[in-house]
Structure formats: structure tokens, C-alpha cells
């Protein structure tokens, strides 16, 4: 079978269109997600396809989004929440992390949350400060959440259909700067599990452990890196709570290094997180302590000038390997 | 807002108990009388330092929650507040169950993992109270969402304060129910304070039900010392959403006897004793047993019986709640996630 | 909401330029050609490819920026939105540092930090646009409550769509302003749409203004291509907040002629061009010159010289912009904090 | 001159009389702290002190009072912000992560937001899992945010008077457990400076560093385990942004092991972040990994039976010390 293209986000509008005609369950509901199809295309003829009664277009009101998809899931439904740019999170996070992501432990366990929060993260689009967030580390820290980051069109499609399948709220973190990047995609539905890191590409001397779209400045910094010798293994967490610790961690061991690279800055990152449980696990292997890749303590800067710089890249992170390298 | 004025103008309101029959009448005592001697006695065990954590209780509004709540069957889901034990047991939650948790013991509604703030009982469609003010009205439309996608012929109703109606969360909420036409119907429980602030100083309205005007919902306000005007008011509401014409608001005047939280006014006066007295006059639960006994309708031997019957549930109650043990610090971890 | 017909109506309201001055008008005219010539620039900047980000164009709205901000002085303070080039240059920025800062240069308003979302003049009281939809209307109030505060005669004014009346942030600020009573003017520039969603489905009013109950303040409805107008209804809420009587909330029906974002219609088209026709038919700068004109109050010539005028000084400003250095990467950490 | 003692709240509420007393620029916004004197008993007297001018009551309106404060903040006051418990940010987060925190930034450095958000956070009061919250991980991963976490009495005036002088937003995280500590409270305005840790103990086999209630936790664990030989040093950072690593980093390397101890979860907790950063700072002279001890990755539970498991004590930070000093 020749293996078919699909670029991130038609990824996206398949699975979602894939698992509403296999659920009746699933719906959408966000800010121009129905007629306009969503800011980012993201829902593209679903409205044609299923109609007004699932996709739902709404106010500019995000605690009502969010609350109204925590009612509709506690209820039974397959919410699909749009709220369109990660930084709107903070208008509306109540609705989140105090009730979605705590109601099944507050209530004693009876109730299910499977709602699925949609948002377009990460910068590099000259979007400004409040436009360019990539806030994982604020949602990986609370209890009840899971978070997935996928970093091609592939695991886009197989992390989305385990989110809507899956009875926990997940939300789901799209990189802008990726959404027009190709890459294969099986037709049929098919589930990329959570918690199960991607070692996509196999390497002896350094772990570079990459969140998102710097998987793909992580695996272009290793092709660079193996041309002057250093072998490196790229891992991609996929999801970041749950978090696998395990890969990451035997991949240590082989290595003996480690860097961990991520959009968000760099101090209270997930690249702390990941240093901390890899550094326990393998701390006797370790050559060097890990190495955190992540963009400078500021926000983020609208001039391209300024962005380029702010983001880490395959220099940066080819940088970080060289340096961690030449340490031991 | 002046209080006491205001009752006296709801009395002139104040409906009739002619045209409910003496079970309706008795359905609405009941549910009032269970709220009173729950909270009576949660009240007393928190002044003896035998509960936990927060207690809001609900001591004063019964007429709230038994009119608004008799309008609705098991099916029809509602969200509550940080003051939710009124809304739990005029739902039908249980006391054994609900004095557990509020021991913070295993056998409670949330196995003493919640405590008064997340009561909740998915059986009969109460979602939970809640301790972020508001935040339940954009879950209770959640709620009607899902009936009305669902079709199932079942509502939604959502309880809330004044002082919630200054919060984001009920303006996002109102207005989305209305642009959507959801069956779910906004009670607001106006107990002239949010904590120690009263509402002249909150909000420039004296009827927080004028507020519905803005998102094209109709409203109306109803005397919330009495549980038939709630119930006639609230029967309105929901039939209204229950025909697809959409959310209404109903606002409630009502009263809590007691402080914001705990039993006893912590330290500084907010509301003068004559405000408290005139409110007490119009006591819910007396007014409806007056009522009924002057139209010759209700046996006062009947209410005396629920009075009695209830007692012994508590008492059964509170022992079932001293016996559960205590939950296993173990499964600290379990239920954060399904699986 | 029926654009078209609502025109008509408007039509009817409209004042005329009588009452005003030859200066007066001179100075309405000249805000909104500087808008309209600046935005223009920056649409056609973008499209080639010169301007990175996002923008968001106030070609049409002219008349509101230019008719509310012909109210304040320099120490009165605005927050504005995502769309607020308009509000800006109604205030007095100037073109040179606005279009360095669209281009990302180190001569911008934010030295390239911030963008088309986040240019600013605190020497003029231009408190920011914002790129959150609602989040300049609290920081207003708390404005208006440094210029009470301090007594410094001073107000604020704060400009957001239809769309944001349905955000919390909305309600919040607007009953906090009402309840403080603070010397705000709320803006609503009433252009239809919430990006691509219009009026009528995301709420259940035709007028924002009648929100304005629901917090115990006065508001009114203005035309929002009819500077004249929308300066007399700003100029009654500004007396009103100077002379201590608090927040007004002043709505303007306006339209806007670009999309959203951008330039051109993305994909989808969501406004008929019927509906554009009718609005441009109206157009905020002709309407003004023909009245001017047909009054006989402005002499032709004159308004020539403010386009000329305006013109040239886009076209310097332009290069200047283009020949501003980038901003350097080495500074990326400054300015996080003030030391 | 005998050591006047004050509890943790009353040397808040003594600071800001006497920063209100100093300054007519500062002003305090909340819900009921001027009339009742804020429900943590925070304001008394204030409002008698100063009138209604600067002691304002504001109706449940969580994002509008932050706002307010941003806007006065910018025009040049210096608003004491109160949002009551840590957890209602979720509420009105835009105003302090999007807007406060990155306003200066974004708007090229000219305007100063010297606004001061206090909050009360921590666990230990059977409030539940919504009034209960350690959030300082969202905060301090913020640029343009400081954060304090006062664990004593001196230090919450000494911090609050620093606060409230700082240009920037500062979040003051009281801890509602301590609030009926008591301390010696010099009677004089005096600042402890942000990003300087306090060594409140020293010691030569472990360092434990523990963020606010913690450290009286950990103080209590190292009187313990003296008398079982083993030497603590304990470090209170005080701040957590600015977070002063080199105090930590020059004790580890003298004890070669580290534990750090906080109330909020342990995944993605600043115990990753300061463990990450001493590993890095102090790779060679760590003998065993840095050992975190934060709570289980749950929500927090109501029942006291469960609360007092959940919580990291004297107990569960002493095991740690000892399971860290035998490992070597
Ligand atoms: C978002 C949020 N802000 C503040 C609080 C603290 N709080 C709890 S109850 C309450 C007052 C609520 O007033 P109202 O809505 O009138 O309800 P009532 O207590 O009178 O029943 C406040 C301010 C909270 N729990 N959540
Ligand atoms: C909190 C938030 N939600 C959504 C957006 C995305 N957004 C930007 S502008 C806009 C529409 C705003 O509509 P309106 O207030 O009517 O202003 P207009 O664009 O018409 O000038 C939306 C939804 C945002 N920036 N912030
Ligand atoms: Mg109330
Ligand atoms: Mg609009």
C-alpha cells in the first residue's frame, strides 16, 4: 500500500472526523469551529458532515466552552473543546484544573470526565506574548490531566483518537508552526497510546529527549551531529502527563547523556521534571548532569528578530550536544 | 437593598397555599424540614469540633431548595455552591451518607475524599456542589447540552448567589445558554450578602434577576421564605425549558440565619439583629405549617410526624457517620483518573 | 441583528455637523484619515509580505476612534484591543514608531517586542491593545480608579467589540466600575461580528448598550460612522464620569470593511457583499466631508490638505520604519524586570 | 532590646500598616478585607486606619480586581491585591500571567506594574482539593512574576515590605497553617531582599531545602536526625522567583546530598527545577540524586485521615534524609 500524506492538522480534521462517524458522543464546541471551520482549518467540513446539532459555535466566553464540555462529559458525552490559543487557557482554567481534572477524585470516583480541550501552542509565528505560549508544565503538574504533544501528523492522528476514546479530560497541544508539516497517515482509525515515548531514532552518545515540534529540530540537529560523529538518540514523549520515564531512562543509561529540549523557558519547565526523574534513575550512569534546552526567561518576543533567537533550535540543540559531549 | 422593607413587599406577593394538595404541600414541608434538621445538626457537631474543614450552612433558605427542587425528577441534573447541603437533600441525597463525608469518613458521598464542598450523587442528578463561586453554572449548562443533544426530555437547574452574580462564570454562562436555547434554569438564591458584604455594596441592582434581561432571558423574582411561590415560580422555569423556549432566571429572596461559614458570627457584626428578627419572622418552614393549617389542608399532626421522623433519621445518621471508618490513606492515589 | 436595516435606522439618528465648528470638525476629519491612511498602509504591507504577525485593521471604524477620543486629553488613559491601531492614532501616536513596531524594529512603540497587539504611548495615555479579548476593560477601571485615587481630574476610557460583551472580564469590570463608581467610559464598537461569528448568534440582543442596565449604569446607542455623533455621545459619558457620576457605557454601530485578520476573506465568506455595500455606502470619512461640505462650514480644500498631509507623512514614516535596525537578540532578557 | 513576638498574620498586617503609613500610594483591593478585615483576619484595623480610600471592598470578581490592580499598578500606585485562597487564580489568571507579568515586556520596557498579589495556599486545614493549592510551579514558570513564600513570621514582613516596594507584580504566598505561628518581629519596616536564601541551620550531611511551611517541617526533621548523628542543613530560599541557587548549590557541595521538600505535587513541583539546577551546579559533588519529597500526584484530599498522608511532614522529609545519607 503506498503510504498516503497528510499534513498535521488535515491529521487532526480526519481522526475528529473519523471518530464522529464512529460516535455519536463526540462533538465540537469553540469559537468559530462550526461555520468558519476554526481559525487554524482544524475542523474543515465537519460542519458539513455532521451538522449543527455536533458542531457547536459559541460566544467568546471560554469559562462557558470549557464549562459547558466538563457538564456535557460529566453527562456522558465526547466533548472536543476548542478554546483556539493556548494562552487563552488563563482566562479559563478554573474550569479545567478545579473542576475537570479534579471532579473524579473530589467526588469519590463516581463521575467520568472524557472531554478532550483542543489548543494551538508554541510560537515562531510572530504571534506576540500572549499568543505564544506553550504551557504544558502548568497542566502536567495537575492531578487528573493528561496532556499529549504530538510532534508529527502521524502521532497527531493516533494521539487524538486515544484522547476522545480515552475517560480522563486531555488536552490536546497542537503546534502552530507545525500544522502544515506532511507526513504519513494511516486512513483507518488507530490509537497512539499514551504514556509510551518514540525513540525515532536510535543513537549511542547523547539522549535528546524533545517536547513537540523540537522533536523535529532535535532529529534535523542529530542528522548534523552524525556527519561529525556523535550519535544521537532522539526521544519523543508524545504525551507529557503521563510522562515515560522508563524509555527516557534506559536510553540514559545507554547514552550516559542527556539534554531535553522544549519551546516553554527553561526555568519551572518540563525539562526540570524530566532531569529530575531521569537524573534519579540513572543518576550512576549519568556523565553529566542533564542538560535543559528551552527558551529564555522572558516572553515571548514579536520581532522576528528577537523570536529566532528566543526559540530553541537544531543549533541550539546541536550546541547543547556537542557541549555535553566534549564534558566527559 | 433594604431587607426589611423588601419581605414586607413579598408578603404582599406571597401566594396562597390553595391549589397544592396537602401531598404537595407535605412534599415541600418534608424537604424543608430534612434541610433544617441536617444543617441544625451539622451546625452543632462543627460548634463541637467534630467536623473537619468549611461548613456553609443552609439554615433559612429551605423554601429555596424545596420549591425549586420539587420541580424536578431524579433525571433532571443540577449543580450547586459552597452552601450545597440544601440542594443535596432536596434532591433526595441521603443522610447517612452525607453525614459521612462531612466526618470525612468511607462511607460518605465522596469517600471522604471531597467533604462539604463536593457532595454530590449522580443517582439522582445532583452534580456536585462546589467551592470556586460560579462555577457551576457553566457545568449545569453543560448539563442541559447534553439532555437537549441527547433528547432525553430532561433539564437542568443551577444554583447560585448574589454575590455570584458579579462573577464572570455567570455572565459567560447566562449568555451562552440563551444563544444556544438550553433547557436549564438559573436560581438565584439572593441572601442579601456575598460572606460579610451586602449587596448595595456589591452590585447597583436591587434584583439580580434583572440581569437576565441582558442575555434575552426571561426572569422573575419570587418570596424565597416560601416554598410554594418558589415551586410556582421555578414550575414556570422549567416548564419553560422542558418546551425548548430556552433559560429562564428565577431569583429567590431568602436568608441565611446563620454566619457565612460555621454557626456563629465569627467577629465583626454585618447585619444588625433587627434585620435577623424580621427575617426569622417570616421562618419558611413555620409559615408553610401556619398556612396549611389555617386552609385546613394539612393535619398539623402530619408535620409533626415529619418533624419526628426526620430527627430519627439524623440520629441514625450521624451514628452510621461515627461508625464508617476512616478512609485508607492507601488509595491516597486512586480515582485521579479512570483507569 | 439586520445590518441593512439597522443602517437605515441609524440614518434617521444621525445629528448633523451643525453645532460644531469648523476646528472641531477639521479635527475629527484629520483622526480619521490618519487611521484610514495608516491602516490602509499596513493592510497593503502585509500583503506583500512586509509585516509579520498578525493584524487586525480598523478600516471602517474610523468614525468611533475618532469621535471618542476627541473627548479626552493627553492624561485621560485608553486601553484598546486587538484591533487598536485605530485607537491609537485617534490618540495621538505617531506613524513613525507605529509602523517600526509592525515592521519588528527596535524604533517601535514596543521595540519590536510587542507588535501590532501591544503598541502603547503611556506619554499620551495609550495604556496598550491588548490581545486578549476583554482583558483592557479591568485594566481601565483600575485606571480610572488611579485618576479618583489621586484626584487628578483624569479618566478612562476603554474600547471593546460585541464580541468581548460576552467574556467574564466584561462583566466583571463593567459592575466593578458601577459599584466603585469610577470615572470610565466604556466603548463598545459594535461591528457585527466576533470574528467570523455575527451578532445574532452570539447573543440575544440587538444593542450591547442594554447590558449596561444589568450594573445600575446609563448607556447609550450611537451611529458608529457618524463621527459627529459618536463624539456627542462620548462627550456625555465623559462629562458624567468627570463630574463623579461614574461609569456610562456608550455603544457604537459600526462596521468593519477588511476581514477579521488581514486583508482579504480568508476562505469562508461570512458577510454578504450587500451587506459591505450598504455599510461603505455610509463610509465615516465621506460622510463627514459632505456634511462639512454641503453645511458649508469646511472648505474642500482643507479636508485635500489632511489626506495630503496624511500621506506623506505614512510615506516618511514608512521609510523610517524600513530603515530602523532590528532589535538585538542580546537583549531579549531585558526589560522582563526593572532591574 | 527584648524579641517582640507577632504571629505570621499579624507581621502581614503589621507591615502593610506601616507601608500604608509610609506610602499613600499603596492601597489594598479584595473581597472583604476592608469591612471584616479579610477572612484570614489579614486586614484588621486597616480600614480604621486608613478609610475606605485605600481599604476596598469589591464584589466576588476575581479578574476585575487583579485587573484593577494592573491598571492602578501602571499608573503609578501600588495596589496590595488580595484573592483570598492560592487556588481562585485559576479564576482571573489572565490578569496576572498574561497581562501583569508580561506587560512591561511587551510593551518595550516603559511601564512598571509594582502590584502585589497576596494569597493564601497550602493544605493541612481539611479545605479540599479547590481551597487547598500549592500553585507556585505556574508562577514562578512566568516570566516577569516574583514569588514569595514566607515561612516565618520575620520573614512575611520582611518579604511584604520588599514586596510592596518592588517594581514588579510580586505573588505573597502566606501558608494558612502558619498563619497562627508565632516569630520575633522586629517593630521596624525592614526588607528581607528577593533571591536570598536564609541557611536557618547548618549542617554537613544533607541539605534540605524546603519552601514555605515546609521549612518548619524541616527543621523539626533535622532536630530529629541529630540526635540520630546525622548533620542537616536546611535552606528556606524565601523567594522562589528570583530563586537563589547559589546558596543551595555551595551547600550541596559541601554535603553531597540534597533533598528538597514542598507541599504541592511532586511532578512538575520547583523540587524539579531546583533539583535540576543544583544537579547542574554541583554534578561531581552529589553523591546520590536529588531527592524530592512532595505530595502524591493527586488532588488534595478533604478527610484529615487522608489530608495528613498526603502532606509531606517532619516524618516523611526525616526518612528522606535518612534513605539519601545510607545510600552512599
Ligand atoms: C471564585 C471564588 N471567589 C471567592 C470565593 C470565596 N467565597 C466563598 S462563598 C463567597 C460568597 C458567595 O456569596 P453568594 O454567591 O451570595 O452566596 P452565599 O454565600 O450568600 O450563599 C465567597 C466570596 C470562592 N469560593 N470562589
Ligand atoms: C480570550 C480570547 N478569546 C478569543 C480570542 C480570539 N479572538 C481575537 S479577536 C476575536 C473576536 C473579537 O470580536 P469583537 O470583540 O467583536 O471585536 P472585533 O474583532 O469585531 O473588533 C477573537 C474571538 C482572543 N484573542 N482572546
Ligand atoms: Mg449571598
Ligand atoms: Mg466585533
Redesign the pocket.
Same mark, same amino acid.
Given at each position: 500500500m503506498a503510504v498516503r500524506e497528510l499534513t498535521y492538522v488535515k491529521a487532526y480534521t480526519e481522526a475528529l472526523h473519523q471518530l464522529m462517524g464512529a460516535d455519536d458522543d463526540v462533538f465540537v464546541v469553540g &469559537?468559530?469551529v462550526a461555520g468558519y471551520g476554526g %481559525?487554524f482549518h482544524m475542523y474543515d467540513g465537519l460542519l458539513a458532515a455532521y451538522g449543527e446539532r455536533r458542531m457547536i459555535d459559541t460566544p467568546?466566553s &471560554?469559562t462557558a466552552i470549557v464549562g459547558l464540555g466538563v457538564g456535557a462529559a460529566a453527562r456522558g458525552l465526547r466533548p472536543v473543546v476548542d478554546?483556539?490559543?493556548m494562552d487563552?487557557l488563563a %482566562?479559563c482554567l478554573d474550569q479545567l484544573v478545579n473542576q475537570a481534572a479534579k471532579m473524579k477524585f473530589m467526588f469519590g470516583g463516581e463521575v467520568r470526565v472524557p472531554m478532550v480541550l483542543t489548543v494551538a501552542a508554541g510560537a515562531g509565528l510572530s504571534a506576540g506574548a500572549?499568543?505564544s505560549q506553550s504551557l504544558e508544565a502548568w497542566l502536567a503538574h495537575t492531578p487528573g490531566l493528561k496532556v499529549a504533544m504530538p510532534s508529527s501528523a502521524h502521532d497527531v492522528k493516533g494521539l487524538m483518537v486515544t484522547a476522545v476514546r480515552d475517560d480522563n479530560p486531555v488536552v490536546m497541544m497542537l503546534n502552530k508552526k507545525l500544522l502544515g508539516a506532511k507526513g504519513a497517515v494511516p486512513e483507518e482509525l488507530y490509537e497512539v497510546p499514551f504514556g509510551q515515548a518514540a525513540v525515532l531514532r536510535e543513537g549511542t552518545d547523547v539522549t535528546v529527549v524533545a517536547l513537540g515540534r523540537m522533536v523535529v529540530e532535535a532529529t534535523a540537529a542529530a542528522g548534523t551531529l552524525a556527519a561529525e560523529g556523535i550519535s544521537v538518540e532522539v526521544v519523543d514523549p508524545r504525551t507529557v502527563q503521563p510522562l515515560d520515564t522508563a524509555t527516557i531512562a534506559e536510553s540514559a543509561r545507554r547514552t550516559h547523556r542527556v539534554v531535553v529540549v522544549h519551546e516553554a523557558v527553561t526555568f519551572g519547565g518540563l525539562g526540570a521534571e524530566i532531569a529530575a526523574q531521569v537524573t534519579d534513575a540513572a543518576f550512576d550512569h549519568l556523565d553529566a548532569p542533564v542538560l535543559r534546552v528551552g527558551a529564555p526567561f522572558a516572553p515571548v518576543p514579536f520581532s522576528p528578530a528577537l523570536e529566532n533567537a528566543y526559540l530553541p533550535d537544531r543549533t541550539r540543540i546541536a550546541e547543547a550536544c556537542r557541549q555535553i559531549t566534549k564534558r566527559s | 437593598m433594604e431587607p426589611v422593607g423588601a419581605v414586607a413587599t413579598r408578603t404582599d406577593r406571597a401566594p396562597s397555599v390553595e391549589g397544592l394538595d396537602a401531598a404537595s404541600l407535605l412534599d415541600l414541608h418534608r424537604r424543608m424540614v430534612r434541610i433544617r434538621v441536617f444543617e441544625t445538626e451539622a451546625g452543632r457537631l462543627m460548634e463541637s469540633g467534630d467536623l473537619p474543614g468549611f461548613l456553609h450552612l443552609y439554615v433559612g433558605q429551605e423554601a429555596v431548595a424545596a420549591g425549586a427542587l420539587a420541580t424536578l425528577t431524579d433525571a433532571d441534573q443540577i449543580t450547586s455552591t459552597h452552601r450545597g447541603h440544601g440542594h443535596a437533600v432536596a434532591k433526595g441525597a441521603g443522610f447517612r451518607k452525607m453525614f459521612a463525608e462531612l466526618f470525612g469518613r468511607v462511607d460518605g458521598y465522596c469517600h471522604g475524599r471531597g467533604g462539604s464542598m463536593h457532595i454530590n450523587d449522580l443517582s439522582i442528578g445532583m452534580l456536585g456542589a462546589n467551592g470556586i463561586v460560579g462555577a457551576g453554572l457553566p457545568i449545569a449548562v453543560g448539563a442541559a447540552f447534553a439532555a437537549r443533544y441527547r433528547g432525553d426530555g430532561s433539564i437542568a437547574m443551577t444554583f447560585f448567589g448574589d454575590g455570584a452574580s458579579n462573577i464572570g462564570a455567570f455572565h459567560e454562562a447566562a449568555n451562552m445558554a440563551a444563544v444556544l436555547q438550553l433547557p436549564v434554569v438559573f436560581v438565584c438564591e439572593n441572601n442579601g450578602y456575598a460572606e460579610f458584604t451586602a449587596q448595595a455594596r456589591h452590585m447597583r441592582l436591587d434584583d439580580v434577576a434583572d440581569r437576565a434581561a441582558a442575555y434575552g432571558m426571561p426572569s422573575e423574582v419570587c418570596d424565597g421564605m416560601d416554598a410554594v411561590a418558589v415551586r410556582q415560580a421555578c414550575r414556570r422555569a422549567v416548564d419553560r425549558a422542558r418546551a425548548g423556549e430556552g433559560p429562564s432566571l428565577v431569583e429567590a429572596k431568602t436568608y441565611r440565619y446563620y454566619d457565612h461559614q460555621g454557626v456563629k458570627g465569627l467577629r465583626k457584626p454585618y447585619r444588625t439583629q433587627e434585620e435577623i428578627d424580621a427575617w426569622k419572622a417570616r421562618d419558611a418552614i413555620e409559615l408553610l405549617e401556619a398556612r396549611a393549617a389555617a386552609d385546613g389542608v394539612v393535619d398539623a399532626a402530619e408535620f409533626a410526624r415529619v418533624w419526628e421522623e426526620t430527627r430519627a433519621d439524623a440520629v441514625d445518621a450521624i451514628a452510621f457517620a461515627r461508625a464508617s471508618p476512616l478512609p485508607d490513606p492507601a488509595t491516597l492515589t486512586r480515582d485521579v483518573y479512570t483507569d
Amino acid at each position: 500500500m503506498a503510504v498516503r500524506e497528510l499534513t498535521y492538522v488535515k491529521a487532526y480534521t480526519e481522526a475528529l472526523h473519523q471518530l464522529m462517524g464512529a460516535d455519536d458522543d463526540v462533538f465540537v464546541v469553540g &469559537e468559530d469551529v462550526a461555520g468558519y471551520g476554526g %481559525v487554524f482549518h482544524m475542523y474543515d467540513g465537519l460542519l458539513a458532515a455532521y451538522g449543527e446539532r455536533r458542531m457547536i459555535d459559541t460566544p467568546i466566553s &471560554e469559562t462557558a466552552i470549557v464549562g459547558l464540555g466538563v457538564g456535557a462529559a460529566a453527562r456522558g458525552l465526547r466533548p472536543v473543546v476548542d478554546i483556539m490559543f493556548m494562552d487563552f487557557l488563563a %482566562v479559563c482554567l478554573d474550569q479545567l484544573v478545579n473542576q475537570a481534572a479534579k471532579m473524579k477524585f473530589m467526588f469519590g470516583g463516581e463521575v467520568r470526565v472524557p472531554m478532550v480541550l483542543t489548543v494551538a501552542a508554541g510560537a515562531g509565528l510572530s504571534a506576540g506574548a500572549q499568543h505564544s505560549q506553550s504551557l504544558e508544565a502548568w497542566l502536567a503538574h495537575t492531578p487528573g490531566l493528561k496532556v499529549a504533544m504530538p510532534s508529527s501528523a502521524h502521532d497527531v492522528k493516533g494521539l487524538m483518537v486515544t484522547a476522545v476514546r480515552d475517560d480522563n479530560p486531555v488536552v490536546m497541544m497542537l503546534n502552530k508552526k507545525l500544522l502544515g508539516a506532511k507526513g504519513a497517515v494511516p486512513e483507518e482509525l488507530y490509537e497512539v497510546p499514551f504514556g509510551q515515548a518514540a525513540v525515532l531514532r536510535e543513537g549511542t552518545d547523547v539522549t535528546v529527549v524533545a517536547l513537540g515540534r523540537m522533536v523535529v529540530e532535535a532529529t534535523a540537529a542529530a542528522g548534523t551531529l552524525a556527519a561529525e560523529g556523535i550519535s544521537v538518540e532522539v526521544v519523543d514523549p508524545r504525551t507529557v502527563q503521563p510522562l515515560d520515564t522508563a524509555t527516557i531512562a534506559e536510553s540514559a543509561r545507554r547514552t550516559h547523556r542527556v539534554v531535553v529540549v522544549h519551546e516553554a523557558v527553561t526555568f519551572g519547565g518540563l525539562g526540570a521534571e524530566i532531569a529530575a526523574q531521569v537524573t534519579d534513575a540513572a543518576f550512576d550512569h549519568l556523565d553529566a548532569p542533564v542538560l535543559r534546552v528551552g527558551a529564555p526567561f522572558a516572553p515571548v518576543p514579536f520581532s522576528p528578530a528577537l523570536e529566532n533567537a528566543y526559540l530553541p533550535d537544531r543549533t541550539r540543540i546541536a550546541e547543547a550536544c556537542r557541549q555535553i559531549t566534549k564534558r566527559s | 437593598m433594604e431587607p426589611v422593607g423588601a419581605v414586607a413587599t413579598r408578603t404582599d406577593r406571597a401566594p396562597s397555599v390553595e391549589g397544592l394538595d396537602a401531598a404537595s404541600l407535605l412534599d415541600l414541608h418534608r424537604r424543608m424540614v430534612r434541610i433544617r434538621v441536617f444543617e441544625t445538626e451539622a451546625g452543632r457537631l462543627m460548634e463541637s469540633g467534630d467536623l473537619p474543614g468549611f461548613l456553609h450552612l443552609y439554615v433559612g433558605q429551605e423554601a429555596v431548595a424545596a420549591g425549586a427542587l420539587a420541580t424536578l425528577t431524579d433525571a433532571d441534573q443540577i449543580t450547586s455552591t459552597h452552601r450545597g447541603h440544601g440542594h443535596a437533600v432536596a434532591k433526595g441525597a441521603g443522610f447517612r451518607k452525607m453525614f459521612a463525608e462531612l466526618f470525612g469518613r468511607v462511607d460518605g458521598y465522596c469517600h471522604g475524599r471531597g467533604g462539604s464542598m463536593h457532595i454530590n450523587d449522580l443517582s439522582i442528578g445532583m452534580l456536585g456542589a462546589n467551592g470556586i463561586v460560579g462555577a457551576g453554572l457553566p457545568i449545569a449548562v453543560g448539563a442541559a447540552f447534553a439532555a437537549r443533544y441527547r433528547g432525553d426530555g430532561s433539564i437542568a437547574m443551577t444554583f447560585f448567589g448574589d454575590g455570584a452574580s458579579n462573577i464572570g462564570a455567570f455572565h459567560e454562562a447566562a449568555n451562552m445558554a440563551a444563544v444556544l436555547q438550553l433547557p436549564v434554569v438559573f436560581v438565584c438564591e439572593n441572601n442579601g450578602y456575598a460572606e460579610f458584604t451586602a449587596q448595595a455594596r456589591h452590585m447597583r441592582l436591587d434584583d439580580v434577576a434583572d440581569r437576565a434581561a441582558a442575555y434575552g432571558m426571561p426572569s422573575e423574582v419570587c418570596d424565597g421564605m416560601d416554598a410554594v411561590a418558589v415551586r410556582q415560580a421555578c414550575r414556570r422555569a422549567v416548564d419553560r425549558a422542558r418546551a425548548g423556549e430556552g433559560p429562564s432566571l428565577v431569583e429567590a429572596k431568602t436568608y441565611r440565619y446563620y454566619d457565612h461559614q460555621g454557626v456563629k458570627g465569627l467577629r465583626k457584626p454585618y447585619r444588625t439583629q433587627e434585620e435577623i428578627d424580621a427575617w426569622k419572622a417570616r421562618d419558611a418552614i413555620e409559615l408553610l405549617e401556619a398556612r396549611a393549617a389555617a386552609d385546613g389542608v394539612v393535619d398539623a399532626a402530619e408535620f409533626a410526624r415529619v418533624w419526628e421522623e426526620t430527627r430519627a433519621d439524623a440520629v441514625d445518621a450521624i451514628a452510621f457517620a461515627r461508625a464508617s471508618p476512616l478512609p485508607d490513606p492507601a488509595t491516597l492515589t486512586r480515582d485521579v483518573y479512570t483507569d
